[in-house]
C-alpha cells in the first residue's frame, strides 16, 4: 500500500481535499440566518460527512454523496445496519461489510444481509473498474494497489488474490476516516478556547491569493502547520495502541522505577506473547518533554520545540500520534494535508465560537477515536460567522 501514500500521490490528491472542504464550507454558508448572521452546525456530524466523501474519491473513486445528505446504495446499506439494532457496531466493523471479509460476519437479520449483498456487489464492480483503470491514470488507492499487484517485477507468490486486495482497504477507510474527521474537530473546539490563535490563523489563510491552494502552498504556512501539529500533539485521536512480542527481550527505562518490594528496576524483561499498551497521548503531553504547559493549546511552541522531544521515535513531526517504525500510520500525509486543507478553507471563511459552555464538552473515549462531544449527545455545536474581509 506504500505507492499509494507517496508525496507525489498526496500532491494529486490535495485537490480532492480542497474541492470538499469548499462543499463543507458552502454547506455552513446555508445554514447562517439573514437577520442574526450566525449559523449553527454541528462540527463532528459535518466532518465525518467531508472525510467520507474524500476517502470514497481518494481510496477507490466511489463517490458516497455524504455532504449532499443525498442516499446511495451505500449509504442505504449503512443506515440499514444502524436500523436493525446493531447501533453499537463501530464504523471499522461496518467497512470491512463492504468487503469480501463479510462473510465471516454474522447475519442476523434480513437487512444486515440485504446490506451484505450490496456492499459485496459495489466492492466487485469497484475493483473491476479498477483493473480497466489506465495504470498511468491510476489516483485511488484502489487502482495504485491493482497496478502494483500487475507490475512484473512482482514474484508470482506476492501476487494477491482479489479478496486480499479488496481486504487491504476496510483499515485505510477506517483509519482515514474517522482519525481525520476527528482530530479537525478537535483542532476548531482548540481554536474556540484560543481566539488569539484563531485570529492569527485567519489571518495568515488569507494571506494567500487562492481559494485553491495545492499541497505546497497549504506547506508554506506556517501557523497552519503549527496548528494542526499541535492539535495532533494534544488531541491524539486514538490515544493508545498496543504491540504483542515476538520473542523474549529486555526492554531498557528511561527512567528506574522502585517495585513494591523496595527493588529498583532500571529495565523489563518480557515475555514472548506478552502484550504492550503504548500510551500515545501520554508520551505527547509528557511534561518533563513539552514542559510545564504539555496540557495547553499553544502552536507557538512549535517555532521552537524543547530538545527533550527530539527522541520521541513519531514517524513525523516528534509526535506519537501516528507511531513510528516499521508499524507506523502509512496515511500520516493523507491526514495532516487533508486536515491543513479543511482548516484553510473554514478558518478563513467563518468566525467559530463554541455553542454550549466549554465544561459541558466531554472526551469521549470509544473505538477506535476519542472524541469531543457534548455531554448526553453525540455532537459537537459550534456558531459560525461569516468573514467579512
Excluded at 16 to 31: G, H, M, P, Q, Y
Excluded at 301 to 320: D, F, L, Q, Y
Aim: proline share 5%; charged share 25%; glycine share 6%.
Amino acid at each position: 500500500m506504500n505507492p499509494a501514500f507517496g508525496p507525489a500521490q498526496i500532491r494529486a490528491l490535495t485537490k480532492i481535499f480542497v474541492d470538499k472542504s469548499i462543499e463543507l464550507r458552502d454547506a455552513w454558508v446555508n445554514t447562517i440566518e439573514n437577520d442574526s448572521g450566525v449559523g449553527r452546525v454541528d462540527a463532528l456530524m459535518w466532518l465525518t460527512r467531508m472525510t467520507l466523501d474524500v476517502i470514497g474519491q481518494a481510496g477507490f473513486n466511489y463517490n458516497f454523496q455524504a455532504l449532499q445528505g443525498e442516499p446511495n446504495e451505500l449509504n442505504v446499506a449503512f443506515s440499514h445496519i444502524f436500523e436493525s439494532g446493531s447501533s453499537q457496531m463501530d464504523l471499522p466493523v461496518l467497512l470491512k461489510l463492504f468487503f469480501p471479509i463479510l462473510r465471516f460476519l454474522p447475519e442476523t437479520n434480513g437487512a444486515i444481509r440485504k446490506a451484505q449483498a450490496t456492499m459485496s456487489r459495489i466492492g466487485k464492480r469497484l475493483l473491476s473498474d479498477a483493473k480497466a483503470t489506465d495504470e498511468k491514470n491510476a489516483k485511488d488507492l484502489l487502482s495504485l494497489l491493482v497496478s502494483s499487484n500487475k507490475s512484473k517485477d512482482l514474484a508470482e507468490n506476492q501476487r494477491l488474490t482479489d479478496d486480499k486486495i479488496l481486504a487491504q482497504v476496510p483499515t485505510f477507510l477506517a483509519a482515514g476516516h474517522e482519525t481525520t474527521s476527528t482530530a479537525t474537530t478537535w483542532a476548531l473546539l482548540a481554536l474556540t478556547d484560543n481566539v488569539e490563535a484563531q485570529t492569527k490563523l485567519r489571518e495568515e489563510t488569507l494571506s494567500v491569493s487562492t481559494d485553491m491552494p495545492t499541497m505546497e502552498q497549504l506547506n508554506a504556512l506556517p501557523y497552519l502547520d503549527a496548528v494542526v501539529r499541535e492539535a495532533l500533539r494534544l488531541y491524539a485521536p486514538v490515544s493508545e495502541t498496543s504491540r504483542v512480542l515476538a520473542k523474549d527481550d529486555v526492554i531498557p527505562l528511561g527512567e528506574p522505577f522502585t517495585d513494591k518490594n523496595g527493588v529498583v528496576h532500571h529495565e523489563v524483561r518480557a515475555k514472548k506473547g506478552q502484550e504492550f499498551i503504548v500510551s500515545i497521548a501520554a508520551l505527547n503531553r509528557d511534561k518533563t518533554l513539552w514542559g510545564d504547559d504539555a496540557d495547553d493549546f499553544k502552536p507557538e511552541r512549535w517555532e521552537k520545540i524543547p530538545e527533550a522531544v527530539s527522541s520521541i521515535p513519531g514517524v513525523t513531526n516528534n509526535i506519537m500520534t501516528f507511531l513510528g517504525g516499521a508499524h507506523a500510520c502509512i496515511g500520516w500525509r493523507f491526514s495532516i494535508i487533508e486536515m491543513k486543507a479543511l482548516l484553510f478553507v473554514l478558518v478563513r471563511s467563518f468566525e467559530f465560537e463554541l455553542e454550549v459552555p466549554r465544561k459541558d464538552v466531554l472526551n469521549k473515549k470509544g473505538f477506535p477515536v476519542q472524541r469531543p462531544m457534548v455531554k448526553g449527545e453525540n455532537k459537537l455545536p459550534l456558531l459560525i460567522r461569516t468573514v467579512i474581509i
